[in-house]
């Protein structure tokens, strides 16, 4: 048995530095064909997309089930930086960062660049997005009702039946809101929150700016530095 043991180990061990040998060899072989300047230098976003997401419990209904469905996670988009918002009501608004805006006018999302000594270049790209305090999410399938009976505070049911209707609208958890950088060239490049800003991707607080550095890793030419590019994200709420 020690004996079995033994040259078991050996084997493993064997075969393990083969392993190391095998990638160390292919890797002297290897040469590395530099990306053009277009993919190297590319580090722009094209917009900023805002989501909102729920969890349901026992607050729909299975009508083939006859049965409530106890978790059901819904994610629904509330507003993007190349979106917009219009003033359709007869009075004035006062948005979530004091901005007002008049009946009858929009305010629209943007990428802008400023001047910024901090900032790789000096230029910081400021990210405005405009969206929605209010969210409206769908079940699966007509199969499947929200029941006005589970809920309490604001909410609205559409074209409900027996105060039941696929669609429910809530107000969204301002500090639990998703956030997504889109970049032109996502495969090239990483996105690195700045001092402790929310993770994108899950739910986080934006109640205040939060900066973002993207840098793309892409194989450039010696001697050339890496491209970056430092993001700052406001979200303004308008109310729905």
């Not at 769908?138 to 074209?159: C, I, M, V």
Request: neutral net charge.
């Amino acid at each position: 048995m020690l004996i079995n043991k033994l040259l078991k180990n050996l084997y493993t061990g064997a075969a393990l530095l083969c392993v190391v040998w095998l990638l160390s060899g292919c890797e002297k072989g290897l040469t590395f064909e530099e990306a053009p300047e277009s993919t190297y230098s590319q580090v722009e976003a094209s917009r900023f997309d805002v989501k909102a997401r729920e969890l349901f419990e026992n607050q729909i209904y299975a009508v083939n089930w006859d049965k409530w469905v106890e978790n059901y996670i819904n994610t629904q988009t509330i507003g993007a930086s190349n979106g917009s918002w219009k003033n359709g009501t007869g009075a004035a608004v006062t948005l979530s960062n004091g901005e007002v805006v008049q009946p009858g006018a929009t305010v629209s999302g943007s990428i802008k660049e400023e001047n910024n000594a901090e900032a790789p270049g000096g230029k910081l790209y400021v990210i405005t997005a405009y969206v929605n305090d209010h969210a409206k999410y769908k079940t699966a399938n007509k199969g499947y009702l929200f029941d006005g009976s589970k809920f309490t505070g604001d909410f609205t049911l559409a074209n409900p039946t027996n105060n039941r209707s696929e669609y429910v609208t809530l107000p969204v958890r301002k500090n639990e809101i998703i956030g997504e950088l889109v970049l032109i060239n996502p495969y090239d490049c990483i996105v690195e929150p700045v001092n402790g800003a929310t993770e994108l991707g899950k739910p986080g607080d934006f109640s205040q700016p939060q900066r973002y550095l993207v840098k793309n890793i892409a194989y450039r030419p010696a001697g050339v530095p890496q491209y970056t590019r430092l993001y700052e994200v406001r979200i303004v709420f308008y109310p729905g």
